[in-house]
């Protein structure tokens, strides 16, 4: 039987197993052979069928057990030995996940693609925590910020999104939570309520709530490690553990 190449790029979720999504768990029982990612939950190997090879491409913290470059002709190389390829990602591919990169390099090839969303930690892990991204009267939008950029640098758009008074959720910024804090003190907003939620919907989960101008402390005292999200904002007040509450009175229907 002749084999047909085809990728499909499956998010994961943020952590938890549950949180893939029924469309995922059956895309992983169709696989030949299965690419997945350092932030995946291994739990969901086991939906692949026994005999599809399992190939850890894992990014983590700086340490790269393989290039971008690699993963792209790793996909490719399987999709044409094995069939239908099962990239599996962290959270959502198209968020700061170099989804639609994959995708290009094996449309070079001809092979067929298709993607399956996942439940990106942006909204998840600040919603399992209590904290939503908008609420009313407290927040109209939301940033979603890279904290690392490609050469390993704090985003220029931390700056500018200080200056809104939009909810600001930043992915993979632990490293730089120093020159977060510089940015919202230099906009005036040492006040301004921050989350730090590390391993969001697993067991290890921790988080802290504080203000910037107390953040680092806090962060140190804890011994907060990534992976962590960081979400600044007026909604990190509806936490449970926030020491000054929003009057709920305010956000009541009439």
Known sequence: MSIKPKITLVGAGPGDAGLITL???KALGKADALLYDALVNTELLGYAPANAPRIFVGKRNKRHSCPQEEINRLMVRHAFRYGHVV???GGDPFVFGRGMEEIKYAELFGIE???IPGVSSC???P?????PVTHRGASESFWVITGTTRKGKLSNDIKAAAQTRATVVILMGLTHLAGIVKAYKE???ADAAIAIIQEGSLPGEQSLTGTIETVETLAQERKIK??????IGEVVKLHKEFPLRINERTYQLN
């Open 226 to 231: 990534a992976p962590a999200i960081i979400v």
């Open 23 to 25: 469309n995922g768990i």
């Open 187 to 189: 906009a005036g907003k």
């Open 123 to 125: 909204t998840a892990i």
């Open 113 to 115: 693609t298709e993607v």
């Open 127 to 131: 919603a399992l925590s209590g904290i």
């Open 87 to 89: 990239r599996l990602k």
